[in-house]
């Protein structure tokens, strides 16, 4: 037996027990939101009685593959109803589980878009450090090569994360988790002149406890930042769809490729699953087959 309790009622409630039991992320909060309104919408629901069934369930997904999602969107979707059924037989609001034997889509079916060394280097001197704001970018890029930040965390970072003398940078990453990522001696160096002069230069006497500021004094968001990122892409002709996730993938392929072991970039990344970064096993296998066939006498 279903509640007969309205739908539209049960949303902010769940989304309300994800922001403070659970204490998901606001950028969680909004995909879920998206994710269940779509999913209403469709369905057409009006109370939980009207709840649809397994094969109902994998019409939607259907629908959402036929409407050119991704296979790891349509994933994401799968997770959120899951999540949200859960809380419903939690609270006594659904007695059955419809979603227990739909699986997800195969994922990665498209390799993750990654950039070459010579790639990474026009991007990072793309900005012009002579201006603060050029400071500033280079800083930013240079960081998210040196750790392969998410464009929150980075955006989100505040000065005192900024641990010079150990050469680290203190995260909060999804789930609210913290976590210490080493960065290099060329991003501690532009972030030591971006702080030291351009950060000032910009909130021009003003005060603001975040790492990475605008001209007008209030934090980076990362919607400005995937348009400069986009803008020194296309400046130096890298990738046309260029953005922050591109150099996250570089990050991670790079470092494996020079030897890194998968349970360290896992944590760097802040992966909270190693299955998330064996992504880029298919990276390495994929780069293995093109080397062998562009170089070996018997390829």
């Known amino acids: 037996m279903c509640s007969a309790a309205p739908y539209a009622d049960q949303i902010p409630a769940y989304l309300d027990f994800c922001r403070v039991e659970k204490g998901l992320a606001a950028n969680s909060l909004e ?29 939607y997904l259907d629908s959402l593959s036929a409407a050119g999602l991704e296979s790891r969107s349509i994933a994401r979707h799968l997770t959120t109803l899951r999540n949200f059924v859960a809380y ?34 026009q991007l990072l001197e793309a900005p012009d450090a002579a201006r603060p704001r050029g400071a500033r970018d280079r800083a930013m890029l240079q960081l998210l090569y040196a750790s392969g930040l998410r464009v929150t965390e980075l955006c989100e970072l505040q000065l005192s994360d900024f641990m010079e003398d150990m050469g680290v940078v203190r995260v909060l990453g999804k789930g609210g988790k913290q976590r210490l990522v080493p960065v290099g001696r060329p991003a501690v160096a532009a972030l030591r002149n971006y702080r030291d ?25 990362r919607q400005a930042f995937w348009k400069l990122l986009a803008a020194y892409g296309k400046k130096v002709g890298v990738f046309r769809h260029l953005t922050p996730h591109v150099v996250r993938h570089s990050f991670a392929t790079h470092l494996l490729e ?32 093109k080397t062998l066939d562009e170089h070996h006498p018997r390829a």
């Open 88 to 121: 419903l037989l939690r609270e006594g609001i659904l007695q059955q589980d419809p979603t227990a034997f739909l699986s997800l889509p195969k994922q990665w079916q498209n390799l993750p878009k990654y950039l070459s060394h010579k790639e990474i280097d």
């Open 258 to 289: 020079g030897g890194a072991d998968l349970r360290s970039v896992q944590t760097m990344l802040g992966h909270a699953d190693i299955s998330t970064t064996q992504i880029y096993t298919h990276v390495m296998r994929s780069r293995l087959r």
């Open 31 to 59: 995909a879920y939101g998206r994710d269940l309104a779509r999913f209403s919408s469709s369905c057409k629901l009006q109370t939980i009685k009207d709840f649809p069934d397994p094969d109902a369930l994998r019409r």
């Open 197 to 221: 002069g351009a950060r000032l230069a910009l909130l021009r006497g003003r005060s603001s406890r975040y790492l990475f500021v605008t001209a007008r004094g209030t934090c980076m968001t």
